[in-house]
């Protein structure tokens, strides 16, 4: 039990638990209402739940990375709060961190399938590389690592975004394919483009908010 609970102090839960309603707030509350009447998300259920999993892991593991390069430093800053080689050795973070953001890249590339949108598993792997980057050295830099977080939080909502833009009607619809009709191809290019502005002035929301905080 002591286990499990410096394990969720150490992938800081609280934050966890923000990104997953930040997600379903997005999609239930904008994406949803942005439909036409009638018509129906890109993203299942389902798959909304395996790409919040997937940014849940990402995040998780991120916290991870970023406590195991700072253990020399939590020791003098904060030494009671010390979960990594006091109750957690250090060879299980890199262990937790190199699975959780395996599992959490993957399933992105699996709802990116889905979709037919890769980007989506490329993107989330970007932001596994820039967690690493930032832990190991960005946060050093004035800020460069203030820059790059406020960007991850600001792709927490982007994500949902990405969900909802399905190559290939995209594709369809700007080549006037026969297989959708005139009325739908531009009722999913509209839908698109309201959700873009949308999402842009709630990622940049969240962007500022974040830069401001650090």
């Known amino acids: 039990?002591?286990?499990?609970?410096?394990?969720?102090?150490?992938?800081?839960?609280?934050?966890?638990?923000?990104?997953?309603?930040?997600?379903?707030?997005?999609?239930?509350?904008?994406?949803?209402?942005?439909?036409?009447?009638?018509?129906?998300?890109?993203?299942?259920?389902?798959?909304?739940?395996?790409?919040?999993?997937?940014?849940?892991?990402?995040?998780?593991?991120?916290?991870?990375?970023?406590?195991?390069?700072?253990?020399?430093?939590?020791?003098?800053?904060?030494?009671?709060?010390?979960?990594?080689?006091?109750?957690?050795?250090?060879r299980w973070a890199i262990i937790w961190h190199l699975s959780l953001s395996a599992i959490g890249v993957g399933l992105a590339f699996y709802v990116g399938y889905k979709i037919s949108n890769l980007l989506l598993g490329v993107m989330n792997l970007i932001c596994v590389l820039l967690l690493w980057v930032y832990s190991t050295s960005l946060k050093k830099r004035l800020l460069i690592g203030n820059i790059v977080i406020a960007l991850l939080t600001a792709w927490v909502v982007l994500v949902i975004y990405f969900c909802e833009f399905n190559a290939v009607k995209w594709i369809a619809a700007a080549n006037n394919d026969n297989t959708l009709e005139a009325a739908a191809k531009a009722a999913y290019q509209q839908y698109l483009q309201r959700l873009f502005r949308l999402a842009v002035i709630y990622s940049g929301f969240a962007f500022i908010i974040s830069l401001i905080r650090d």
Do not use: E, H
């Open 1 to 90: 039990m002591k286990l499990f609970a410096a394990f969720l102090r150490l992938v800081r839960w609280p934050n966890l638990v923000f990104i997953i309603l930040t997600q379903l707030l997005f999609y239930y509350c904008i994406v949803t209402p942005a439909l036409q009447p009638g018509a129906s998300n890109t993203v299942t259920p389902f798959l909304l739940f395996l790409l919040i999993a997937s940014s849940v892991l990402i995040a998780a593991a991120g916290y991870i990375i970023n406590d195991y390069f700072d253990l020399n430093i939590d020791q003098v800053n904060k030494p009671d709060a010390i979960v990594i080689n006091k109750i957690i050795r250090r």
